[in-house]
């Protein structure tokens, strides 16, 4: 599979949960551990992030709250499905930065705790087949990133799943091992996410930002899937 021919698709009754968001892939690219000129932007960033930042703030966040409603809506708790830009920004504000992973991954965590919207890439080598986001059956695979082993499913939440039945990220909370990017990512499948409270305009905005950074830094040729 190569960036230019994978397909995405989502299920109507995703939609109707009031899920939002942009999808595209981006070949070419060229990863490493870091970049100065990057990292000078990243920590300017967080010090300004982190300066409006506030357990308030993050409980009253719009886009926040919106992911929280997507979870009641399938009925999965809140407190132990806790959105990646929520938990990105919890640990920004307790520890005052974000965890260095590799320049693909953290220009897109950067965006994130900007945005609040939940971003996430995954290395198209690894993907199997095409990609569709729907909601589980329970029969589907999922080995969650940074686990020693794979966890059940249960059925009625949404996901993103491949072609092989695997899951590739889990509501917005959780990415995993099959698909992770490593310093030999070349390809990617990208997901820009918000919930029944954000602006299409909002989501189109962020994925701008994220093309910018991503060219400037890692270069590559994008192309857009779908857009809700």
């Known amino acids: 599979m190569r960036y230019d021919?994978?397909?995405f698709s989502v299920a109507d009754d995703v939609l109707a949960l009031g899920l939002r968001g942009a999808y595209l892939t981006i070949g070419g690219l060229k990863n490493r551990e870091t970049d100065s000129a990057f990292e000078e932007i990243?920590?300017?960033q967080l010090d300004l992030i982190v300066s409006n930042l506030s357990e308030r703030s993050i409980e009253e966040d719009r886009d926040l709250t919106g992911f929280r409603k997507l979870h009641e809506a399938v009925k999965r708790s809140n407190r132990k499905n806790v959105a990646s830009p929520e938990n990105l920004l919890?640990?920004?504000?307790?520890y005052g930065s974000l965890p260095r992973v590799n320049l693909l991954v953290d220009i897109y965590n950067l965006i994130s705790v900007e945005s609040r919207l939940a971003l996430g890439a995954h290395d198209i080598a690894k993907i199997s087949g095409n990609v569709t986001l729907r909601l589980t059956r329970g029969d589907?695979?999922?080995w969650?990133?940074?686990s020693p082993e794979s966890k059940p499913v249960t059925a009625g939440e949404y996901a993103y799943i491949d072609d092989a039945n695997d899951i590739i990220c889990r509501l917005e909370v959780r990415q995993v091992e099959k698909t992770k990017v490593t310093l030999d990512t070349t390809e990617c499948f990208y997901i820009v996410q918000g919930g029944p409270e954000t602006r299409p305009s909002y989501i189109k905005a962020t994925v701008d930002r994220?093309?910018?950074?991503t060219k400037q830094f890692c270069g590559g040729e994008e192309r857009i899937l779908f857009a809700s």
Do not use: D, H, V, Y
Request: net charge positive; hydrophobic share 50%; glycine share 4%.
């Open 5 to 7: 021919n994978l397909q």
């Open 42 to 44: 990243r920590q300017r």
């Open 90 to 94: 919890s640990m920004l504000l307790r």
């Open 140 to 142: 589907e695979a999922f």
């Open 144 to 146: 969650p990133l940074g």
């Open 210 to 213: 994220l093309l910018a950074l």
